[in-house]
């Protein structure tokens, strides 16, 4: 990202990250939550997944398109995050936690 003659970034990363937010809300309506990882239950081998969710906890079918874009853009945000584990990130206050939930939503 460039820099302006300060030295410092000309769009934060909060900013970045509420921006974020901002558009999945409006390309994915009602989204609450959208997590992330790189498990895809039907695929062998690492692969891209993601599962979109209202306020209510109620799993969202948004088309596989849209949900695999969100996905990348939430992965290019955080870049540093440890994706070999799942993460969920939350609409609202535009972050992303580390979830080891699986992908039903149960916990252990």
Do not use: Y
């Amino acid at each position: 990202m460039l820099a302006m003659p300060s030295g410092t970034l000309t769009c934060p990363d909060t900013d970045r990250r509420h921006r974020l937010a901002a558009q999945l809300a409006a390309v994915i309506p009602g989204a609450a939550t959208i997590r992330v990882s790189l498990n895809d239950p039907k695929q062998k081998w690492p692969h891209l997944h993601a599962i979109v969710k209202d306020a209510a906890g109620k799993t969202l079918e948004p088309n596989r398109t849209t949900v695999r874009v969100a996905a990348r853009w939430i992965l290019r945000v955080w870049p540093e995050a440890d994706w070999t584990r799942p993460h969920v990130f939350e609409l609202s206050d535009a972050a992303l936690t580390r979830s080891d939930l699986t992908a039903t939503g149960r916990g252990r």
